[in-house]
C-alpha cells in the first residue's frame, strides 16, 4: 500500500499597491513570509469580529 502524498494547496498570485506591500512588510518579523503574516493578520481579524458579535 502506498502511502498519499498530501495536497499541495494552489497558489494565488496578488497584485498589490507598493504601499500596501512596505505596510506589510514593516509588520513582518525577520523569516516570516506573507503568507504566514497574512494568516496571521486573518485570524487577528476573525477573533476580533467574533468578539465584537459576542459582546466582548
Do not use: C, F, K
Not at 497584485?15 to 516570516?32: I, K, N, S, Y
Amino acid at each position: 500500500m502506498h502511502a498519499q502524498e498530501p495536497e499541495t494547496p494552489p497558489t494565488v498570485q496578488l497584485h498589490l499597491e507598493q504601499e500596501t506591500v512596505a505596510r506589510l512588510d514593516d509588520l513582518r518579523e525577520e523569516g516570516e513570509s506573507y503568507d504566514e503574516l497574512l494568516n496571521e493578520l486573518i485570524s487577528i481579524y476573525l477573533a476580533t469580529e467574533r468578539g465584537i458579535i459576542a459582546g466582548v
